[in-house]
Structure formats: structure tokens, C-alpha cells
Nanobody
Framework: QVQLVESGGGLVQPGGSLRLSCAAS????????MGWYRQAPGKQRELVATIASGGYINYADSVKGRFTISRDNAKNTVYLQMNSLKPEDTAVYYC?????????????WGPGTQVTVSS
């Protein structure tokens, strides 16, 4: 059984910063691509950023220059540093992982963490 758990969400003023963390646990053989997606009320879930096992990174245009994704493979953890936050960044943020659990490989999602940007 593999689980992803996010932490670090909350309420922040426009222009502020937050750092999200996502820890993977369970019968993990290796972590492949990991990333962050978000879903605002009334909207579809959208990609925020992904990072491959080899370090290749992809960002949504809306967050380039403001958000930074990173990973610590020794801790099975992926991070999202969010700076210069805007009200339109308000959403539930979900961690994603393409994980090899030894007997197979699958896509896993965390339960989500709320990020609210408001004055």
C-alpha cells in the first residue's frame, strides 16, 4: 500500500509565500515522476509543476518564476515553494506520484491541501 500525504497549506495574504510538502510512504520501490496539481472551485484540476526522477522540471505558465518544485529522494518527499502568491492561486493542491511498488507501478494522489490567498 502506498500513500501520499500533503502538508503546508493554509491562508496567506497576496504576495506571501507558502511551502507545500508531500511525503510518500508504504511499499515503495522507486519514485518516478512526482508533481503538484490544483483544483479551484468550479474548475478542472490543472497541472502546477512536475519533476521527473532524473530532475527534469515542467511548470504551468501561470506559476513560472513564482513557484519552485523540488524533491528529496532519500525522504520520498516532493516540495512546492510558492512565492508571490496571488488570489488566483487559491485552490486545493494535490500531490501526484508515479510510483513503482515492486510488484507493479501506479499513479497515486494525496487527499489534497487547501491554499487560500486572500487579504
Amino acid at each position: 500500500q502506498v500513500q501520499l500525504v500533503e502538508s503546508g497549506g493554509g491562508l496567506v495574504q497576496p504576495g506571501g509565500s507558502l511551502r507545500l510538502s508531500c511525503a510518500a510512504s508504504g511499499s515503495i520501490f522507486s519514485l518516478n515522476a512526482m508533481g503538484w496539481y490544483r483544483q479551484a472551485p468550479g474548475k478542472q484540476r490543472e497541472l502546477v509543476a512536475t519533476i521527473a526522477s532524473g530532475g527534469y522540471i515542467n511548470y504551468a505558465d501561470s506559476v513560472k518564476g513564482r513557484f519552485t518544485i523540488s524533491r528529496d529522494n532519500a525522504k520520498n518527499t516532493v516540495y512546492l515553494q510558492m512565492n508571490s502568491l496571488k488570489p488566483e492561486d487559491t485552490a486545493v493542491y494535490y500531490c501526484y506520484g508515479d510510483i513503482d511498488y515492486g510488484l507493479g507501478r501506479g499513479d497515486y494522489w494525496g487527499p489534497g491541501t487547501q491554499v487560500t490567498v486572500s487579504s
